[in-house]
């Protein structure tokens, strides 16, 4: 009966580490999120203000930057 119970956890172990060596590479985490924009920190700021104060802010028009703005008259 010892045996039989040595070679199943044997068995056991030898299954068990063959199912994590076929993780390799799944787990990895994903390459960093490109930086946030003054923009993008300007309309998380105030959303995070209203959030808190029970205020839900809609967006008609997006704030835009001076730089931005010039930018897009020289296209």
Do not use: H
Request: net charge negative; hydrophobic share 45%; with cysteine.
């Amino acid at each position: 009966m010892n045996a039989k119970l040595r070679v199943a956890m044997l068995s056991f172990s030898v299954v068990m580490l063959s199912a994590c060596t076929t993780m390799d590479g799944v787990s990895r985490v994903g390459p960093d999120p490109p930086p946030m924009t003054e923009e993008e920190r300007y309309v998380a700021e105030v959303e995070r203000i209203a959030r808190r104060r029970g205020i839900e802010v809609v967006w008609v028009n997006r704030p835009q930057f001076k730089e931005d703005l010039v930018a897009s008259a020289d296209d």
